[in-house]
């Protein structure tokens, strides 16, 4: 059955080009919304322009192009969304939801990523300070379509996190959240190494008072020695010239049905074939990640 309201979105971060684990994700999102009749979205997520590669973001189009996507409308750039970000900070900070935080990382170091509320009433200055939002005591929990239920305490497994970084750049979580509910994206499939961000994702979102997407997380794709396949590890760049057999790859990673005449279609006609078998159950649960070679 179609579902018109269906607003899908890829939002890669140009910190690189892109690679097989981007592609399966891009693949899984364009597919779920296109077989549902939705729309697709494009953003860049730039937040972070020391890490940016120059001519990333182009790179990252042609090849989507080159492989035979399309989306809906313009790119959108959290670079040009600065003041939308900066606004909810003020208002949340002039309300005593978020709080400046001068802690170090080596003040931080030995709290396993779980901020320990040094700096929650100390009163500082937001100036030269990163900024953190406070969390409840509550447990956040929702049904992922492929990999099941997931829940999260906030206060024990997370602790207030930081919405703006002390060199003055945006934190993802806090990005994302108001980007989608911008957008209007109903339905979020992206990779699992996301999972454990969607609890505090919800935080904000009730916070702002946005409805909540339903949720899709693919398996990561590893390299051999068990490394998820990404910038970070210097992926290689994936070739133009190989678009069929790399979506045909994609597919089969993401457990859908590849029939051998589409060896000789063009890319175009993959995604066609791909969106008309759609099968979102099909793909694999956390526990069945498959490794990439691109040989």
């Known amino acids: 059955m179609k579902t018109p309201s269906y607003i899908g979105r890829f939002a890669p971060t140009p910190s690189g080009y892109l690679h097989f684990g981007s592609l399966v994700a891009a693949l899984a999102s364009y597919l779920d919304a296109r077989s549902a009749g939705g729309k697709w979205l494009m953003r860049m997520e730039d937040l972070d ?32 969304r600065h003041h939308a970000y900066q606004d909810i900070i003020n208002r949340w900070f002039s309300h005593g939801l978020a709080y400046a935080c ?12 779980i901020y320990p509320g040094f700096c929650r ?10 900024i953190r939002i406070r969390v409840p005591e509550l ?3 929702f049904e992922d379509r492929v990999q099941g239920e997931f829940r999260q305490h906030l206060g024990r497994d ?6 703006r ?15 989608d509910g911008w957008q209007g994206v109903t339905d979020i499939v992206r990779g699992a190494d996301l999972l454990d961000s969607t609890p505090r994702q919800l935080y904000l979102q009730e916070l702002l008072g946005l409805p909540q997407p339903r949720y899709l997380h693919v398996p990561l794709i590893t390299q051999p020695d068990g490394h998820k396949l990404g910038k970070s590890y210097r992926s290689p760049p994936l ?13 089969r990673a993401l457990g859908q049905w590849v029939p051998g ?5 063009s890319p175009r006609e993959v995604l066609d074939h791909a969106i008309s078998h759609w099968d979102a159950d099909s793909i694999p649960r956390l526990g069945a990640i498959e490794e990439a070679r691109i040989d």
């Open 139 to 141: 447990e956040y929990r």
């Open 158 to 163: 997370s602790g207030d996190f930081i919405i």
């Open 239 to 251: 070739p133009s010239d190989q678009a069929t057999p790399l979506l045909l790859r994609g597919l």
């Open 165 to 179: 970084r002390r060199d003055g750049f945006y934190a993802y979580q806090l990005a994302v959240v108001l980007d």
């Open 261 to 265: 005449e589409l060896v000789y279609a």
């Open 49 to 80: 322009p020391p890490r940016e590669v120059p001519g990333a973001q182009a790179g990252i189009l042609k090849t989507l192009e080159a492989y035979g996507f399309e989306w809906d409308g313009d790119v959108v750039r959290q670079s040009d």
């Open 102 to 113: 001068t802690c170090s990382r080596k003040q931080l170091e030995n709290y396993n990523g």
């Open 121 to 130: 009433d100390a009163g500082h200055s937001p100036d030269n300070a990163a």
